[in-house]
């Protein structure tokens, strides 16, 4: 099952890069033609909107499996370990909330939008708030995921990482220091 999930993160995080590289494509192929030729790619602004957007709603989803979001833990830090512990399924079970807002708003508005074509590309606006279906169905399995574990104990709240506390510390985890070299004395 493991193996399932990380070819799954690995077909998304592939996913994702297409999506970047297909929006620069369009939106620096597009300003060329502006220039060079006084033309251009009549869906290109379209379709780099709809990308950026489902490109920020998957990226949501592999940040959220990583642990990567930035947060403060440190009230969590100081509690004892029973008041961390509630204090851990409090807070997912406002995230289980507030995503399944999101689920259910972004089902209603791709319900209402199915019929509505995008005026350049003609592309149903179904699909573009379905960003937040495939956003908020990974997530509220991710959250609530996380919260069995820390109600079973298979979590340990003292040394879990729930939030990143900066930007510079994800940096740091994903590129480890090499190690300092030893100063030279001359004399």
């Known amino acids: 099952m ?13 996913a994702i890069a297409l999506l970047l590289a297909g929006m620069v494509v369009l939106v620096f192929g597009n300003v060329v033609l ?18 950026f ?15 990567a979001h930035l947060g403060v833990d440190s009230l969590l830090r100081r509690l004892p370990p029973r008041g961390a ?11 289980l909330w507030a995503t399944w807002l999101m689920i259910s708003g972004s089902w209603a508005q791709a319900v209402i939008n199915l019929h509505v074509a995008a005026p350049a ?19 509220f399995l ?9 109600a ?20 740091l985890d994903d590129h480890p220091a090499a190690p300092l070299a030893q100063p030279t004395v001359k004399l």
């Not at 493991?2 to 592939?14: D, P």
């Not at 512990?85 to 409090?90: F, H, I, K």
């Not at 079973?152 to 939030?163: K, L, N, P, W």
């Open 2 to 14: 493991v193996r399932v999930i990380e070819f799954c993160f690995l077909v998304l995080k592939a």
């Open 34 to 51: 502006r220039y060079a030729l006084n033309t251009g790619i009549t869906y290109s602004e379209e379709l780099s909107r709809i990308f």
């Open 53 to 67: 957007v489902w490109l920020t709603f998957l990226g949501a989803v592999v940040a959220m499996r990583e642990h």
């Open 85 to 95: 512990q509630a204090a851990v399924l409090a807070g997912h079970a406002l995230m």
């Open 121 to 139: 590309t003609g592309i149903s606006m179904g699909v573009f708030y379905g960003a937040g279906l495939a956003f908020g169905i990974p997530a």
């Open 142 to 150: 991710i959250i609530l995921w996380d919260a069995f574990a820390v």
């Open 152 to 171: 079973t104990g298979r979590i340990d709240i003292a040394t879990a990482e729930f939030v990143r506390d900066s930007e510079d510390q994800i940096a």
